[in-house]
């Protein structure tokens, strides 16, 4: 009939008294030993992408890759099996931190 019903076995909690013993068989134990370890937002991403030393080969090919399609790293990743376009764009942003000479002769 649209009235609020209030359940007054509700207001209370039923927590021993402060001189009473808890009772410890009810009560779950946590392992905090591990103090070390560290937990970041990283520590639950599901796609850790992790980097690879390139072959010079692959290195050479990379840059031929720009020279020919400039930096469409979803074309140029068609051009190496197993890598995807987020490696050749990381591949991208390593080289024009370490050789930014290389990458615009190469563009």
């Keep these: 009939d649209g009235n609020v019903v209030l359940d007054e076995s509700s207001l209370f909690v039923n927590a021993p008294l ?8 009810q009560m779950e134990v946590i392992d905090e030993s591990a103090g070390n370890v560290r937990v970041t937002s990283a520590s639950f991403a599901v796609n850790k992408i992790r980097g690879k030393r390139w072959a010079s080969d692959d290195e050479d090919l990379f840059y031929k890759c720009l020279q020919y399609f400039g930096t469409n790293f979803e074309l140029i990743s068609h051009m190496f099996p197993n890598i995807t376009r987020r490696h050749i764009k990381m591949k991208y942003n390593s080289e024009e931190r370490a050789r930014p000479a290389k990458i615009t002769w190469a563009l």
Excluded: F, Q
């Excluded at 402060?18 to 068989?25: A, K, L, N, T, Y």
């Design 18 to 25: 402060p001189d009473e013993e808890p009772d410890i068989s």
